[in-house]
């Protein structure tokens, strides 16, 4: 799998999910209200993504009802996500290309390994700290969310791969 930056005429960013040559998941970020319109081909919905906390140290996904459907957050070191009351890890790795993998136990035994062509220039991504939310926490709970979807679940050892 993996994630590819598409052309857009607005500030929105658009994202396209690929497994081989078919499109799995649409992306949209709408950056001025921090939202995630997130379509596949049997569901469309719409993700507010908000900083929340105490010094507004985490990174909280909630649905449309704003109910909370998942966290970012950082444990001994390792990044993770928390999804549907499961903990994923993840990492990014910048060789050759840049890579997202997305683990439960171990590293070397990867549930998702995703790839991440966003740019023409270079072949590795760098996630900026700004005012705005970064376009990382919307593609990885994307991802995440998808592989909680019923006709993803079957595909989830193949996309490990």
């Known amino acids: 799998m993996r994630w590819e930056k598409s052309k857009s005429t607005s500030a929105n960013e658009v994202y396209h999910l690929w497994d081989k040559d078919k499109q799995l998941l649409t992306l949209t970020l709408h950056p001025f209200s921090n939202t995630a319109r997130v379509e596949s081909a049997t569901e469309k919905r719409v993700f507010l993504i908000r900083k929340e906390g105490f010094l507004r140290n985490k990174t909280v ?9 998942g966290e970012l957050g950082h444990d001994n070191k390792e990044h993770f996500i928390d999804m549907n009351d499961e903990r994923f890890y993840y990492s990014i790795h910048n060789n050759p290309m840049a890579e997202l993998v997305i683990y439960k136990e ?16 270079s072949p590795a991504v760098q996630f900026a700290n700004t005012n705005h939310l970064s376009s990382e926490p919307s593609l990885l709970m994307a991802l995440c969310w998808y592989m909680f979807l019923p006709v993803a679940k079957e595909n989830v050892v193949e996309y490990a791969v």
Do not use: A, Q
């Open 106 to 121: 171990s590293i070397n035994k990867p549930s998702v390994v995703c790839g991440l062509n966003v740019s023409d220039e």
């Open 61 to 69: 996904l909630r649905s449309e009802y704003g109910i909370k459907i």
